[in-house]
């Protein structure tokens, strides 16, 4: 009913960019918050930076300075801008994003990932 589908991950080298988006589709009533995630391997998967309806955003100490992100609300995106990216950005990023759907009359507000897009900073 939802779907998060991420795109712009790839191979880059150190101090290289990247932008990552992520499209919302399906049945949508609100979008409150979306963000961006990473899982490297061994890890836990962390919070990279979110933004929310408001526009206001938070960043990982390990993002500020170098990764901005930004929504699209007319087209329920969200992007994330990777400058000076290092190896240890290596990681499958995730987005998620906390939607309020109504079907049927039936309220309900869910978490939901995306697949992931693998991105791999290497010389």
């Known amino acids: 009913q939802v779907q998060l589908v991420e795109s712009g ?8 960019s990247l932008r990552l988006s992520c499209k919302a589709s399906g049945i949508i009533y609100y979008i409150y ?4 995630y990473r899982q490297a391997p061994g890890q836990q998967r962390e919070l990279v930076a979110g ?18 992100i930004s929504k699209d ?9 990777m400058n000076s990216l290092r190896p240890e950005d290596t990681a499958v990023y995730y987005c998620k ?16 990932w995306g697949q992931g897009t693998q991105v791999s900073v290497s010389s």
């Open 97 to 112: 994003a906390r939607i309020r759907t109504i079907i049927d009359g039936d309220q309900k507000t869910n978490d939901y």
């Open 33 to 36: 918050d979306m963000g961006w």
């Open 51 to 68: 933004i929310g309806s408001g526009r206001d955003t938070n960043y990982a100490d390990s993002a500020k300075g170098r990764f901005t």
């Open 9 to 16: 991950g790839g191979l880059v080298q150190p101090g290289g």
């Open 73 to 81: 609300y007319a087209k329920n995106t969200v992007l994330l801008q």
